[in-house]
Nanobody, 114 residues
Framework: QVQLVESGGGLVQAGGSLRLSCAASLSIFRGRAMGWYRQAPGKQRELVATISIGGLTNYADSVKGRFTISRDNAKSTVYLQMNSLKPEDTAVYYC????????WGQGTQVTVSS
């Protein structure tokens, strides 16, 4: 069964932190690079962080130094620790393979107030 379940979003003030989690089915997670994507209202979905099978990470310039992606291969779970949040980080956050297939989970809403 193909499944992606994102959680951990919420409303936070600027400067605050959130930790997102993504539980993925093995068919999506095993042997794949994974990433966190986000889509703000009226904008295209963008890739903000990636992690390889071995743990190598990459970040979009807009989140570098503030966000940290990690994965637990035993739990088929990907995390995104978000610190020093800004209003422009407001978006629906999704996890998926890199590059992504056509299937997406429901995402988790992150709202940062100024």
């Amino acid at each position: 069964q193909v499944q992606l379940v994102e959680s951990g979003g919420g409303l936070v003030q600027a400067g605050g932190s959130l930790r997102l989690s993504c539980a993925a089915s093995l068919s999506i997670f095993r042997g794949r690079a994974m990433g966190w994507y986000r889509q703000a209202p009226g904008k295209q979905r963008e890739l903000v962080a990636t992690i390889s099978i071995g743990g190598l990470t990459n970040y979009a310039d807009s989140v570098k130094g503030r966000f940290t992606i990690s994965r637990d291969n035993a739990k088929s779970t990907v995390y995104l620790q978000m610190n020093s949040l800004k209003p422009e980080d407001t978006a629906v956050y999704y996890c998926n393979q890199v590059p992504p297939p056509t299937y997406w989970g429901q995402g988790t809403q992150v709202t940062v107030s100024s």
